[in-house]
C-alpha cells in the first residue's frame, strides 16, 4: 500500500495558465502551515524569506524539504522528460514532454530563499515563460543574505541598547565597552551596503573559498587518475578497482563542489549589481541599522 | 623487531651516498619547484624562525626526528624547505630522511613519469611506509620501515615521519588521539631529539594534494626532548609530542585570519507537531521521497538497517546533526546552501560526519537523546568534542522555553548566562553581549570579539547553546 501523505489535497493545475504574481501567492499559501511568525507571514510579499523571525516567515529548517515538495504538489509542467545530462551519464535534466508533475531536482532549490525567488527559480527551470516585469520586484538572493544579516545586527544592537541602559555601575560600563563595539560594526555594515562594490568585495571571500575548494578536488582527481594510470601498468586489478571507487567518489564531490561553486559566483556577481528592489529594500535596513546606533549612541 | 639484514643496510648506505652526491640540486630544484611553480611564499620572519631551530640544532649532536602536521602531499618538501636554509646543505647528516606513504606516490602516471618520480624520490631519501592492510606482508613492511628508520637515526641521521600517520580530515591536528610510532621510535632510539614543526599555508582549510598556490607559508617550530628521564612508554612520549605541535598549532592560529573554533550545535524537539508531518501515524513508515531529499545513500541504508520502530527518531538524528554541522562549516566560511542536504553525509555509528564536496570531516556527539529531544553538537576544529571517557571542549546547555517568551530572545539569555557561569574572570552575563556577524552569532567581551564559537538553536519547546573553551 502506498504511503498517504497527510498534508490537505491540493489539485495542481498547469503552471502555463497562470501569473508569476499567482504562482507566487499559491507558493505562499502553502507554506501557511510551517511559518511561525504569523504577523511577519500575513504581510508576505515576494521578498519575505521564508527562514528567519525578524524579518521571514519564521520557517524552521526541519521544514525545508517541505516547501520544495510543496512547490511541486501545487504545480504541472511540461518540462517532465528525463535527458541524460551528457551521453550514457545516469545524471539526467527534465525537458519538455507530455504535462505532468513538477520536479525541483537536487540543488536547484539552493537559492530559492522567497516566494519571489522560487518563482524565479521555476523560469530559471523552463518551467514557466520568462517574466521581466516580474523579475523586476523580486529582490536577489545575494541581497536576501545581505538585508538579513543587516537587520540581524540591528536587531542585536536594539536588544544590546535596551539591556545596557538598564544596568549601573561595572557591569553598565563593561556593557557598555560592548555597545561600543556593536556600534562600530553596525556602523562598518552600514557602509558595506552603502556601497555595492564593496559588498561584493566581501562576497568575494566564500566564492574565493569555494573556487579553491574546487581546484583542490580538480587535483586530487588529476592525481587519482594518475595512480590508475600507474596500476593498470602493474596490472594490479584490486588496486585498479579501488582506486576507480576513489576516482567515482571524486567525481561525485566534484559535481556538488560545481554546484556550490556557481551558487557562490552568483551571490558574488549578483552582489556587485543592485537594482530599484534591492536599493529599496538596503535603504530599509540601513534606516534600521543607523536608527539602532542612534539609540545606542545616546547611551555610550 | 627484525633487525636489518646485511643486503637493506647496504641498500640504504647506497642511497645515502647517491642523495649526499647530488643534495644542492635536488633541494634547488625542490626550492624552484615551491617558489615558482606553485608561487608560495614562506613566512616573513623565517629567518628569525631558522636561526632558533638552528641554534637548538647545534646544540644538538644526536639524531633528530622531524615530527609535523600533515595536510596536503607535498608536506614533506615545504617543511624542508622551510626549517632548512640552503647555506646548510652541506650538513648531510641534518638532511631527513622521509616517509611517503607506497600508494599515493610510487606508482603515479606512465612508465616515465613513474620513474621520474621515484627517481626523485630515491634521491629525496624517502622510505616508502604501507599504512594500510592487515596481512602479515604488509605487516612485515610497516616493521622493515621502522627498522630502517631506527638505522638512520642510530647512524646520527635524521627521520621525517608524521605522527598523525596520515592527512588530518578535518584539517587540525587532535591531541588527544596520540599515535605511537614516534613514542617506540624514540625509545628505539633514545638520543634522538624531535623537531616539531606546525607548517600551514594561511588559506588551507581542508586536506588537499597541495597548498593554494600563491599562499604564504607560515610555521611555527621548536626542538624538544625524544625522552624525558623516567619515560617508559611509547604512548607517553607520543603525547607529549602531540602536546607541543598542539601549542604549535595555538600559535600559529593566532596569527591567522580564519576562526580557529569551529563548531555548532543544533536541537530537535522530538514532540514537535510538524515533525510527525511525513511519516504514519505511529511513525514506523515515512514518505520516500521525502527522505531521499534529506539522505544519501549510505544514510538511507543505515535508516532502513535500524528498523521501523527507530525509523522517526534515527531520521531526526541525521537532521540534526547535518544542522550541527552546517553551523560547524559556517565558522570556516564554507556554506552549505540551505536544503543542500545530500552535501553532508553522516555516519551515526561511527559519529562523525562529512562535508561532500570539501572531504572536510567533523566530530559529532549527541549530548541529549531522549523521549523529548535530541541534541547534537559538531566540532569541525579548534579542540575537542569528548566522550564518555575524556570532557571535551564544548559546553552547552539545553532548556525548556517558558511558555509566552520568544524562543530567540531566551536561547541567547541562555547562551549568555551559560558563557558566564563557565568562567569565573566574566562572573556576570551582563559583562557580555551578543554579536551578528555575517549571519554567524558571535560573543563580545570588554568590547572584543571572542573566538568562542557560539551556536544557537531552538526548536519547538527547547532551545540551547553551546561554545568552544579550547
Not at chain 1, 201 to 223: H, I, P, R, T
Not at chain 1, 232 to 241: H, I, M
Not at chain 1, 270 to 282: H, L, M, N, P, S
Request: proline share 4%; aromatic share 8%.
Amino acid at each position: 500500500m502506498a504511503f498517504m501523505r497527510k498534508q490537505a489535497v491540493v489539485e495542481a493545475l498547469d503552471i502555463n495558465t497562470i501569473t508569476p504574481d499567482d504562482a507566487e501567492k499559491r507558493i505562499t499559501a502553502g507554506v501557511k502551515k510551517y511559518a511561525t511568525n504569523e504577523a511577519n507571514f500575513a504581510s508576505a510579499d515576494a521578498n519575505t524569506p521564508y527562514l528567519g523571525h525578524i524579518v521571514g516567515m519564521g520557517i524552521e529548517s526541519s521544514n525545508l524539504a517541505d516547501i520544495t515538495m510543496s512547490i511541486e504538489r501545487q504545480f504541472l509542467t511540461k518540462m517532465t522528460t528525463k535527458t541524460p545530462v551528457t551521453e550514457g551519464s545516469s545524471e539526467y535534466k527534465l525537458t519538455a514532454g507530455e504535462l505532468g508533475k513538477l520536479r525541483i531536482l537536487d540543488g536547484q532549490d539552493a537559492l530559492a530563499a522567497t516566494p519571489g525567488l522560487s518563482v524565479k527559480m521555476l523560469m530559471d527551470l523552463g518551467h514557466m515563460a520568462k517574466n521581466d516585469a516580474y523579475l523586476e520586484k523580486v529582490m536577489s538572493f545575494a541581497y536576501v543574505m545581505a538585508t538579513g544579516d543587516g537587520w540581524k545586527m540591528a536587531d542585536a544592537l536594539k536588544k544590546m541598547a535596551g539591556k545596557a541602559e538598564k544596568l549601573a555601575g561595572a557591569e553598565r560600563s563593561e556593557a557598555l565597552a560592548n555597545l561600543k563595539t556593536l556600534i562600530s560594526q553596525a556602523k562598518d555594515y552600514d557602509a558595506l551596503l552603502a556601497d555595492s562594490s564593496k559588498l561584493a568585495a566581501s562576497k568575494q571571500k566564500a566564492y574565493v573559498n569555494d573556487k579553491g575548494g574546487f581546484d583542490a578536488l580538480s587535483s586530487e582527481l588529476n592525481l587519482t587518475l594518475d595512480k590508475i594510470k600507474g596500476a593498470s601498468t602493474g596490472g594490479d586489478a584490486a588496486t585498479l578497482a579501488k582506486l576507480r571507487g576513489e576516482e567515482a567518489e571524486i567525481r561525485t564531490r566534484l559535481k556538488m563542489s560545481a554546484a556550490k561553486l556557481r551558487v557562490s559566483q552568483e551571490v558574488s556577481d549578483a552582489a556587485g549589481k543592485r537594482r530599484a528592489i534591492e536599493d529599496k529594500k538596503v535603504a530599509e535596513v540601513r534606516a534600521a541599522l543607523q536608527s539602532s546606533v542612534s539609540a545606542a549612541e545616546k547611551l555610550s | 623487531m627484525m633487525p636489518l639484514e646485511a643486503e637493506d643496510v647496504k641498500i640504504l648506505r647506497r642511497q645515502w651516498r647517491l642523495s649526499r652526491a647530488l643534495v644542492v640540486p635536488v633541494s634547488l630544484v625542490v626550492i624552484a619547484i615551491a617558489r615558482f611553480h606553485f608561487k608560495y611564499r614562506l613566512d616573513e620572519n623565517i629567518d628569525a624562525i631558522r636561526a632558533d631551530i638552528w641554534k637548538k640544532l647545534d646544540a644538538h649532536d644526536g639524531p633528530v626526528i622531524w615530527a609535523a602536521n600533515h595536510l596536503t602531499l607535498i608536506d614533506s618538501f615545504l617543511v624542508y624547505w622551510a626549517v632548512f636554509p640552503v647555506s646548510r646543505l652541506i650538513e648531510d647528516r641534518r638532511i631527513p630522511w622521509s616517509t611517503p606513504e607506497y600508494t599515493n606516490y610510487y606508482k603515479l602516471g606512465g612508465p616515465i613519469q613513474s620513474a621520474f618520480v621515484r627517481g626523485l624520490l630515491y634521491l629525496c631519501r624517502c622510505i616508502p611506509f604501507l599504512r594500510g592492510g592487515e596481512d602479515a606482508a604488509s605487516e612485515n613492511w610497516r616493521i622493515k620501515a621502522f627498522e630502517k628508520c631506527a638505522w638512520v637515526l642510530k647512524e646520527g641521521g635524521a627521520v621525517f615521519v608524521y605522527p598523525e600517520a596520515g592527512r588530518s580530515r578535518s584539517g587540525w591536528l587532535e591531541p588527544k588521539r596520540p599515535k605511537d610510532f614516534l613514542g617506540k621510535l624514540a625509545l628505539e632510539v633514545p638520543t634522538s631529539k624531535f623537531l616539531v614543526v606546525y607548517l600551514r599555508s594561511d588559506r588551507q582549510i581542508s586536506t588537499t594534494a597541495a597548498p593554494p598556490r600563491g599562499d604564504r607559508l607560515r610555521v611555527a617550530a621548536d626542538l624538544i626532548d625524544g625522552i624525558l628521564p623516567g619515560e617508559t612508554n611509547a604512548r607517553d612520549i607520543s603525547q607529549r609530542l602531540f602536546n607541543r605541535l598542539a601549542e604549535l598549532q595555538q600559535d600559529w592560529w593566532k596569527g591567522s585570519e580564519m576562526a580557529r573554533n569551529c563548531g555548532g550545535n543544533d536541537v530537535v524537539d522530538l514532540k514537535g507537531p510538524l515533525l510527525g508531518e511525513n511519516f504514519s501515524e505511529d511513525r514506523t513508515e515515512a514518505d520516500q521521497e521525502w527522505l531521499e531529499r534529506h539522505l544519501t545513500r549510505k544514510e538511507l541504508a543505515y535508516l532502513a538497517e535500524q528498523g521501523a520502530d527507530k525509523l522517526f527518531r534515527t531520521f531526526w538524528k541525521f537532521f540534526c546533526a547535518k544542522e550541527a554541522c552546517h553551523k560547524a562549516l559556517g565558522r570556516a566560511v564554507i556554506v552549505v546552501p540551505n536544503g543542500a542536504f545530500h552535501e553532508l553525509e553522516v555516519d551515526l555509528f561511527r559519529r562523525k560526519a562529512i562535508h561532500v564536496p570539501t572531504g572536510l570531516q567533523m566530530d559529532v556527539r549527541f549530548t541529549d537523546d531522549d523521549e523529548d529531544k535530541l541534541h547534537c553538537v559538531a566540532v569541525l576544529r579548534g579542540g575537542f568534542i569528548g566522550d564518555d571517557e575524556t570532557e571535551g571542549d564544548v559546553i552547552w546547555n539545553v532548556a525548556e522555553v517558558p511558555p509566552g517568551t520568544s524562543p530567540g530572545a531566551f536561547v541567547r539569555d541562555l547562551a549568555l548566562d551559560m558563557i558566564a557561569g563557565s568562567n569565573e574572570d566574566i562572573g556576570s552575563s551582563a559583562k557580555l553581549a551578543l554579536t551578528e556577524n555575517y549571519g554567524l552569532p558571535g560573543v563580545l567581551w570588554k568590547g572584543a570579539p571572542q573566538d568562542w564559537s557560539l551556536s544557537l538553536s531552538h526548536s519547538g519547546r527547547f532551545a540551547a547553546a553551546s561554545f568552544m573553551i579550547s
